[in-house]
């Protein structure tokens, strides 16, 4: 949360940063070059804004952010160096959007100082070429495969791999047979059937962070949002969305790789046919249902996915 913070208050005063797939890199992200340097020490900051004589300081339970405008901020009565300038959005931020949050955070001191001292943490995600090696080893969960947490899938992604072992220890190396010609077995089909699963749920990840922080605002976007509501509500039992495979899929076939193949062309489905509309009730349901009978079920058919097992809860 701090780092979603921080990078929504350094946005905020217009700071550039690097795009949010660094996260997922194990680059460490911060606001500005003060946050990778030791901590520096709070200190209360006096702010001056509007008309002459008009001050307030932190903490305060009245305190009102002034206008970026038309204000200056000072700190032990000098101009608050650049080094220090995290301060100010810091408080901004939490001022306009958590207001009555502030007294329960224990104040406006103590909020800047957990912002600009505490660590930030690194979101990254993992791929190894390689899970297994001769039988004798084998990588499962997160040492093989961890991921960003924008589509909330890392847990579940670590309990389908258990699942799978499990499986194929009881169809390959079932009790009084194990051996190391079939623990090699089990091995290798163990990460040929995950490795892929677990490289499509990294990607689809990766791209959520991307749509949550930059798309939801588009009304093209929302646009092609509310077509695919639609066409899931009609056509449910041929077109799912991404999400809901990826959330509630896992039976009938409904693997991360199937959900990613089949949300790939259901993205450029609602490209046709939102291309144009201003709104949703001016979609051509007809046309719908050629293309998903077109593109679509051909699709789910060579993947051997059965969509009505995917149901919301």
Request: proline fraction near 7%.
């Amino acid at each position: 949360g701090v780092a979603v913070l921080s990078e929504l208050a350094c946005r905020r005063e217009g700071s550039r940063s690097s795009p949010p797939t660094s996260w997922a890199t194990g680059t460490r992200r911060s606001c500005s070059p003060s946050r990778a340097t030791a901590p520096r020490p709070w200190s209360p900051t006096v702010c001056t804004s509007g008309p002459a004589g008009s001050t307030s300081s932190w903490p305060s339970p009245t305190w009102t952010a002034p206008s970026p405008a038309r204000s200056t901020w000072r700190g032990r009565g000098k101009i608050a160096s650049r080094a220090s300038a995290p301060r100010r959005p810091c408080g901004l931020f939490f001022q306009e959007h958590y207001a009555d949050a502030v007294p329960i955070l224990g104040g406006m001191e103590a909020i800047v100082q957990q912002m600009l001292q505490n660590p930030v943490g690194t979101l990254g995600t993992i791929r190894t070429k390689r899970w297994q090696a001769h039988g004798k080893v084998v990588l499962v969960g997160d040492s093989a495969h961890a991921i960003v947490p924008f589509f909330g899938q890392g847990m579940n992604c670590g309990f389908e791999d258990v699942s799978v072992f499990s499986a194929l220890l009881t169809e390959l190396a079932p009790p009084g047979q194990l051996s190391p010609a079939a623990t090699a077995t089990v091995f290798q089909r163990f990460e040929e059937a995950r490795k892929p699963n677990a490289d499509a749920i990294a990607d689809m990840a990766l791209e959520n962070c991307t749509e949550m922080m930059s798309k939801t605002a588009d009304q093209s976007f929302l646009l092609r949002k509310k077509a695919e509501n639609v066409l899931e509500n009609t056509f449910a039992a041929k077109f799912r969305s991404r999400y809901a495979m990826v959330c509630y899929g896992g039976a009938g076939n409904v693997t991360y790789r199937a959900a990613q193949v089949l949300g790939e062309q259901q993205a450029k489905i609602l490209g046709d046919l939102c291309a144009g509309l201003g709104d949703v009730d001016q979609l051509d349901m007809t046309q719908a249902a050629a293309l998903i009978d077109e593109r679509l079920v051909p699709l789910q058919r060579e993947l051997g996915v059965d969509l009505s097992t995917v149901k919301v809860v």
